[in-house]
């Protein structure tokens, strides 16, 4: 079965600085997906960023992008610009598609120090 | 597009008690998703619908969980004799599936407390 690691249960960072959450799974497959959700408190889960593992490019969306390494099977998100609004719970999570669903990690609490 | 809608939002019961949750996924989506997630935790996958089809409930928690999606749009996920472990945040969440957008979108959920 695929696990989904996430080693920092919180992480703190000044406004406007730069945090990089780590994220590692695995897995036997070649082909499939990885996420990264923000869950705000008591707020609903909202997708952050994507990356398809068959692309060596690493996905980016605004202030949001991720370093993916296939090999040593690891995805982390990097924050830049930190904003108060950032705060929340983020998972990484894993899929192979078909007719299975997500595998989530247990989540890193982020902190925003104004 | 409204996004997904859960009802109720909150469900306080009784130990031994039946309850059934609502999922109205995006109007365009034909795949659903079930999810639990307890305090503290990733969500933690349940059961798939394609369309009305159950194509996975192998990862259903016990016999007393049991879901449908009677005409492959809305969804109701069902937990009979309730338990205070069955306590958690209860997720749906529906997507598409093309080459460009497959990615889950997830309701605001259902909180199921067990007394």
């Known amino acids: 079965a695929q696990t989904v690691t996430q080693s920092q249960p919180e992480m703190s960072v000044q406004e406007a600085e730069t945090v990089t959450l780590s994220c590692t799974y695995d897995?036997?497959?070649?082909?499939?997906?990885l996420f990264w959700y923000k869950q705000p408190p008591s707020r609903q889960m909202i997708l952050v960023i994507r990356?398809?593992?068959?692309?060596?490019q690493n996905a980016t969306e605004n202030r949001f992008s991720v370093n993916f390494q296939k090999a040593a099977k690891s995805f982390s998100l990097k924050i830049s610009d930190s904003q108060l609004g950032d705060a929340a719970m983020y998972f990484c999570?894993?899929?192979?598609?078909?007719?299975?669903?997500?595998?989530f990690g247990k989540g890193t609490h982020l902190i925003i120090q104004p | 597009d409204t996004g997904v809608s859960q009802n109720p939002r909150h469900k306080i019961t009784k130990r031994g008690q039946n309850v059934t949750f609502r999922c109205d996924p995006i109007s365009e989506h034909n795949r659903l998703y079930w999810y639990r997630q307890t305090l503290g935790q990733g969500p933690e996958f349940l059961t798939y619908?394609?369309?009305?089809?159950?194509?996975?409930k192998s990862r259903l928690l016990s016999d007393r969980f049991s879901a449908e999606r009677p005409k492959g749009s809305f969804s109701t996920l069902e937990i009979q004799r309730t338990e205070q472990g069955d306590s958690a945040m209860y997720l749906c969440?529906?997507?598409?599936?093309?080459?460009?957008?497959?990615?889950?979108?997830f309701g605001p959920g259902t909180r199921l407390t067990v007394t």
């Open positions: 897995t036997s497959e070649s082909d499939y997906y």
């Open positions: 990356q398809e593992a068959y692309k060596q």
């Open positions: 619908f394609q369309n009305e089809a159950q194509l996975e």
């Open positions: 999570a894993y899929w192979e598609g078909g007719a299975d669903g997500l595998t």
């Open positions: 969440a529906s997507s598409s599936f093309t080459h460009s957008t497959y990615e889950q979108y």
